[in-house]
């Protein structure tokens, strides 16, 4: 039987060690030895090596993930809590900034977009890191649609693997009505307010045609920051172009190539190309950001997956169910929930 390798925080070794040797007499295994390795409990950023040029290749390049829901939030679990993504780009973004030897970042994003504010936040930062004249390449995961591509907007270059889902230029706000099953149960709702609009979205009463067009405005405002920032990113449409596009629909790389909303259909490997030509670079490492103890083989490692403690049935996130029903604006694709664009 192998010999188990159990890494154990400084802080817990006390505690630890009475659990450790009842495990051994547990397994039934005589002779089987521990190796206890104290380990740093400090949560700052540590990187890892994942490509290297031939030798020598001082530069880097650092590669920084944007995955899953775009929030301002940690996201909710049923057990703990993931990275709150807004703060864990811009701590990222400042480690690559202070470090002289990295010359560009490559942004992977496989996202589907998230909240108005927290693509807007994520979008400013890399406005900002651009100024300190590192180039940014954006690369298209699976899906970088809504937000995930109001982000990719803010970068150098944009790049699409061949079966990336792009798009979905638009704005949402999700409300429910059930008032109609509360009728049905024999509940009814009376809410206190101080004026006749702050109840507005609420889901237990009919909302009325003035609050419709009142959500309509807000919509229509954000909407139009949406197309102003990609006649931003994509100088080579007019305003237009853009509006014409944002119409909510989703592209294949394909489709967004033809229509101008990226720049090259490629790979990581071509991306790493780009950061080196347009840094001047000619031997460079790539370098992945991550919390201590994180494994980080390759750079396909940061690829997420679906954790035991996300359950999805039926399009429902129980994890989000556990946050507020809220009315929220959203740049988000969402497949079942129609992408609410305004011309």
């Known amino acids: 039987m192998t010999n188990p390798d159990i890494r154990i925080g400084v802080g817990r070794c006390i505690y630890g060690l009475p659990l450790l040797v009842l495990s051994a007499f547990l397994t039934g295994c005589p002779g ?101 004249g590192k180039p940014v390449i954006a690369v298209l995961m699976d899906v970088a649609a809504s937000g995930g591509y109001y982000i990719a907007c803010a970068c150098d270059e944009i790049i699409v693997h061949r079966t990336t889902i792009t798009g979905s230029i638009g704005v949402i706000v999700q409300m429910f009505d059930i008032s109609g099953t509360m009728q049905l149960v024999g509940v009814k709702s009376d809410a206190i307010t101080s004026g006749p609009r702050k109840d507005s979205g609420s889901p237990f009463r009919a909302m009325t045609p003035e609050e419709r067009a009142l959500f309509q405005q807000v919509v229509n405002e954000l909407y139009d920051r949406f197309v102003e920032v990609v006649r931003e990113g994509r100088p080579a449409l007019d305003e237009t172009q853009v509006r014409s596009l944002a119409d909510g629909r989703i592209y294949t790389a394909r489709q967004a190539l033809e229509a101008g909303l990226v720049d090259r259909i490629g790979t990581w490997h071509d991306a790493l190309d780009a950061a080196r030509q347009r840094s001047g670079a000619k031997r460079v490492r790539a370098v992945l950001y991550h919390r201590p103890l994180d494994y980080r083989p390759n750079y396909y490692a940061a690829a997420p997956t679906l954790l035991p403690t996300e359950v999805n049935l039926v399009g429902l996130n129980v994890g989000q169910a556990l946050e507020s029903a809220a009315p929220e604006f959203l740049y988000l694709w969402q497949p079942g929930v129609f992408n609410v664009a305004q011309p």
């Open 32 to 132: 089987q030895s521990w190796l206890i390795t104290p380990v740093t409990s400090r949560r700052e950023l540590t990187e890892t090596r994942i490509h290297r040029d031939a030798w020598p290749a001082l530069d880097k390049v650092a590669v920084i993930d944007v995955t899953g829901i775009i929030r301002n939030t940690r996201p909710a679990r049923l057990l703990g809590e993931g990275e709150q993504p807004v703060s864990l780009l811009a701590e990222e973004l400042d480690k690559a900034r202070r470090d002289p030897l990295v010359k560009a970042v490559i942004l992977r994003i496989n996202s589907p977009g998230g909240t108005v504010t927290a693509s807007e936040l994520m979008h400013d930062e890399i406005r900002r890191f651009r100024k300190c």
